[in-house]
């Protein structure tokens, strides 16, 4: 008996070494269609099937992780009556529990067999679900959940979504982050949805040195110019210097869409988003980082990975419904696409200043068919109802005709007409607290590849340049595009920290507020901290009213 524990024993620290130094791990991610019954436990149940025959599909292959999007074990019309029926209890990572072996754990039957699933087939399995978590005995609070088991089913780690949205049946997690370690040598940090463009938890992980990888699921609404799926992934690996494996729930006519495998040094693997429902397993093998990939002081140039055939044969990805986003506040400049050479510096009041260098060649007799502006923007931008985010923000983007408000629509053709000879973009941003990621959009909502993204650090600074690598016309993806830019995202803007009054739609930053319509400067010299004292709140009520009378005359 003692011999054949021995042997076992070393017989799983030899494949666990032969993992370890092999210089990439096999991956895959999901972009599932969730199957909506019209009755929650029904869909649960065929969803989990589907789920563990993609444990089964990916296993056969020698993939070693598998990520799940967001909301895909239930989609997304939930009722708060049915959570207690779609939810469980998930153990403690520090216990080392696998639901597949401890029956005398409160687990619901489809965490066990996912547990079940992942030791079955030696596989780490990460799965975003419905967490039940008891207050004191007295209720359930639901937290949006992703759960990771190891290839024994063990759960060894648990992340709860912070940056829930517009979600009023879930209670947003603390603010921690999570990661783990794995046989293989890579250690991942979590991310769910909307989390990649906060601090914390995004910009957190990436301070733990140790992290080269993450695993995110997300459940994303697209929205143009600025927040499609994939350009996001992609320009938060580029930019963060991290292969990331994402995840994302299929559900085109909502919006919600994207998927991909994006290395650290800025290459896809693979990235897919489809005009119809439609599920995909997407499997690569991704390099392994010995090291994080350092950004601060690089330039990373284009890709030399071909965007896979995948997207080839998707459904006509006009299908795919994407909301607009406002750009009133954005200080807008159109192009004048009868001059060849345009190099303009953009301003905003608050003296944040972008220049662009473009050449385009208008090839056709045929006025194109978009138009196109340079906007910038230094200042808070709603993510949605109940969040905001500090955004600096430097983009040429394509309109579908000449009003500021069509910039994030798109006509039922790709642009015609026009072909961008070099496009660049560059300026000098605060660097504290910021992450500046590159966004490009083509009009098949997949980033572009061919762009160059430097950054360059200096104290308390950082110089940021992107620019093409190669000419692009209405033939090429890059050319087809709705936004080519950065954008920073930051917690505190202009060096001072927001504050946010949902109730009352109030914005309250040091020398700024903002009501409404009604804009008083110069006024409030409080409310530097991070939640206003008596005095601020004072001061906000005697604004108010101002603002009030100032509105209505």
């Not at 039940?132 to 780690?157: C, E, L, M, P, Q």
């Not at 695993?215 to 927040?227: C, E, R």
Request: glycine content about 6%; some cysteine; charged content about 20%.
């Amino acid at each position: 008996m003692n011999n054949a524990f021995f042997y076992l024993f070393m017989l799983s620290v030899h494949f666990g070494c032969i993992f370890s130094i092999r210089d990439s791990y096999k991956a895959a991610v999901i972009e599932h269609s969730p199957a909506n019954t019209g009755n929650i436990h029904i869909s649960l149940a065929t969803n989990l099937r589907l789920y563990l025959e993609y444990v089964e599909q990916a296993a056969y292959q020698d993939v070693e992780i598998i990520v799940f999007p967001e909301d895909g074990l239930i989609g997304r019309n939930v009722r708060a009556s049915d959570l207690p029926h779609i939810s469980t209890v998930v153990p403690d990572p520090k216990d080392h529990i696998s639901p597949c072996l401890d029956r005398s754990g409160s687990y619901a039957s489809f965490l066990t067999e996912l547990s079940c699933a992942s030791k079955r087939h030696q596989i780490y399995a990460v799965v975003n679900l419905v967490e039940s978590v008891s207050n004191n005995g007295k209720y359930a609070v639901y937290h949006k959940t992703n759960v990771v088991f190891d290839r024994s089913g063990v759960v060894i780690s648990r992340y709860r979504e912070i940056n829930t949205h517009d979600e009023i049946n879930y209670v947003p997690g603390p603010d921690t982050i999570a990661a783990f370690s794995t046989d293989f040598g890579v250690t991942f940090g979590i991310l769910i949805s909307y989390d990649i463009i906060f601090k914390t938890p995004a910009l957190d992980l990436l301070q733990n040195e140790n992290i080269t990888d993450i695993v995110y699921s997300s459940a994303w609404v697209g929205q143009l110019p600025f927040y499609a799926s994939n350009s996001i992934q992609h320009g938060f690996s580029k930019s963060s210097g991290i292969n990331l494996l994402a995840a994302g729930l299929n559900d085109p006519a909502n919006g919600n869409g994207g998927s991909g495998i994006y290395l650290a040094d800025g290459r896809l693997l693979s990235t897919y988003v489809s005009g119809g429902k439609t599920s995909k397993l997407i499997i690569n093998n991704v390099p392994k980082l010995k090291l994080r990939y350092d950004v601060s002081n690089i330039c990373q140039g284009s890709s030399t990975f071909p965007i896979q055939p995948m997207n080839v044969e998707i459904p006509d990805i006009r299908l795919f419904y994407t909301l607009p986003t406002d750009l009133t506040n954005y200080t807008v400049k159109s192009l004048d696409l009868k001059n060849q050479k345009v190099f303009e510096t953009i301003c905003t009041s608050s003296d944040f200043c972008c220049s662009f260098n473009i050449s385009v060649n208008k090839y056709s007799p045929i006025w194109p068919n978009y138009n196109y502006k340079l906007v910038i923007y230094d200042g808070v931008s709603a993510v949605s109802s109940t969040k905001s985010i500090g955004l600096r923000n430097c983009a040429l983007v394509a309109c579908a005709n000449d009003s500021v408000e069509s910039c994030g629509e798109r006509n039922t053709v790709p642009p015609t007409g026009i072909n961008f000879l070099d496009i660049s973009i560059l300026g000098t941003f605060d660097k504290n607290n910021a992450n500046y990621m590159p966004i490009t959009t083509t009009y098949d909502l997949i980033p572009s590849t061919q762009y160059a993204f430097c950054q360059k650090t200096k104290k308390d600074e950082v110089d940021i340049i992107m620019y093409t690598t190669q000419e692009h016309d209405s033939l090429l993806t890059f050319d087809r595009k709705s936004v080519v830019g950065f954008v920073g995202y930051c917690d505190d803007n202009d060096g001072y920290r927001v504050w946010i009054d949902v109730k009352d739609e109030v914005i309250l930053r040091r020398n700024v507020v903002f009501k409404e319509e009604c804009l008083i400067k110069e006024k409030l010299d409080v409310c530097a901290s991070e939640e206003p004292d008596k005095e601020c709140l004072e001061t906000l009520v005697m604004l108010k009213k101002e603002c009030k009378s100032e509105v209505a005359s």
